[in-house]
Every structure is written in C-alpha cells, then in structure tokens.
C-alpha cells in the first residue's frame, strides 16, 4: 500500500520514473517492510500470550505505535537536508528525497492503521498456534540433519 501511495503522490507531484526515483522506491522498500514487521512480531507476540485476537491486536499496536512513529519521523528528517539542497545536485536530488520521505510517511501511517487490522483479519481467520518457542525446540531438534541422516537399507 504504502508504495501505491508513493505512486500516487508522484503522479500528483508530475514526477517521471527515472533512475533516481525508482533508486528512491528501492531504498524505501526496506522501510516500509521495517515498518510493517516491527507491527506484526509484536501483534504477533501477543497472540502468543494467549490473549484473544482482537485484545492482542489493541495491545500489541498500542505498544509499538510510539516507536513506529519515531522511527518514521527520524527517517523522514534525515531526507530533508537533500530536499532543501541548492545548486545542480540539489536540483537533482528533490525529486529522490520527496519520494523517499513520502513513501516513509505514508508506511507509518499503513503500519499504525491498516497493518493491525489485515493482522486481526487474518489471525482471526486462520488458526493460531500458540506454541511456545520451548517447547517446539525438542520437535526441531528431533528433525536434525544427524539424526535424519540414516540410510535406509533395503532387505531381501
């Protein structure tokens, strides 16, 4: 979604698709999947806890929300020194910032809104399992390569 927008906000803003605007929309692809993670393992944690979807979604965003959009602020103020650079490689470098601080803006805000609800949809739809990191542990590590490493031998 977030890159959608970005798409959107360069039509409105008359930006082309060249090489310095699509390496902007490569960059901001690692943000906006931080962004979205960041959301999801703590939702995610929660349900784990064994609360209910829908408690877990409330709780998991309402904990992350402050960092999701520190983040995104950070990120967006690093890019607006070289939005407000004068000269050739100013000139050169708007278009890149804007489309990087866009799509950073609108990840945070997908991330604080529409990330927990496509978690609460799909967690609710599909079934959890609730199993501890611990306790699946000895099932992984009865599957080990040394202990799957037998050759069967055929008898006659």
Known sequence: MSI???????????YSLD???????????GFVVD??????ENVSRHLE???SVMQATLDGSKEIAFTIVSMTI????????VMFMGGILGRLLHEFA???I?????????????????CAASSASS??????????????????????????????
Do not use: H, Q
């Open 49 to 51: 806890m064994g609360k």
């Open 35 to 40: 962004d979205a993670i960041v959301m999801l």
């Open 102 to 118: 866009v799509a950073v803006l609108i990840s945070g805000f997908v991330s604080l809104t529409l990330t927990p609800m496509m």
């Open 98 to 100: 804007v489309v990087i």
């Open 4 to 14: 959608i927008g970005t798409f959107a906000v360069m039509y409105l803003f008359g």
């Open 19 to 29: 090489n310095l605007s699509l390496l902007a929309l490569t960059l901001s692809v």
């Open 127 to 156: 079934k959890v399992r609730r199993t501890s990191p611990s306790r699946a542990w000895p099932r992984c590590s009865s599957r080990s390569p040394t202990s799957s490493a037998r050759i069967p031998t055929s008898r006659r």
């Open 74 to 81: 950070s990120l967006a103020a690093v890019f607006i020194p």
